[in-house]
């Protein structure tokens, strides 16, 4: 099963991400276009886009029989796509087509921005949550909506896990 924690920039993904991971004893995919940018100092092009797409989406489809819980998947860079360049590759339009998580933890932007130097939408994060939500609706996706901070976010993630059937 394949559970893809998404959202906007600063909206607790990898932290939920990874304490999900630990909670379920699943398999972490960590978000791999972080440790991409941080080896060419935030540096990037559109031709980048495919290189890190590719690598994100390799643990996920490799992948059929484990519990897998990823920080971001291909959704994350077709938005990321559109957003800066208004167009996407045929390389993530393939993969985005072609690939579906089990289920969604959609991240509210509700915690405070936190300043990093990859990042790049402090202004614009309700904007972004509403074109991954609008997505994950027009394909028809399972997924919920995790709002709150502190441990609350957390608490709520596991009890929408546990009610589709994940456990520990």
């Known amino acids: 099963m394949k559970i893809v924690i998404t959202g906007p920039e600063s909206s607790g993904k990898t932290h939920l991400a990874k304490a999900l991971s630990n909670t379920f004893n699943a398999h972490f995919v960590e978000e791999y276009a972080r440790a991409y940018l941080e080896n060419t100092s935030g540096e990037y092009n559109f031709e980048d886009l495919d290189k890190m797409a590719i690598k994100q989406m390799e643990p996920l489809i490799e992948n059929e ?3 897998i819980i990823s920080d971001t998947c291909i959704l ?25 998580a089990d289920y969604y933890l959609l991240c509210f932007p509700d915690l405070d921005w936190e300043e990093d130097p990859l990042r790049e939408n402090p202004t614009d994060r309700n904007v972004l949550f509403n074109l991954y939500e609008n997505d994950l609706v027009s394909r028809s996706c399972k997924y919920s909506i995790i709002s ?17 059937g994940i456990t520990k």
């Open 65 to 67: 029989t484990k519990l």
């Open 148 to 164: 709150g901070k502190g441990g609350v976010r957390l608490e709520r993630a596991e009890l929408v896990l546990r009610m589709h």
């Open 76 to 100: 994350t860079f077709k938005i990321w796509s559109e957003v800066k360049y208004g167009m996407v590759s045929e390389s993530i339009l393939d993969l985005y087509q072609s690939f579906s």
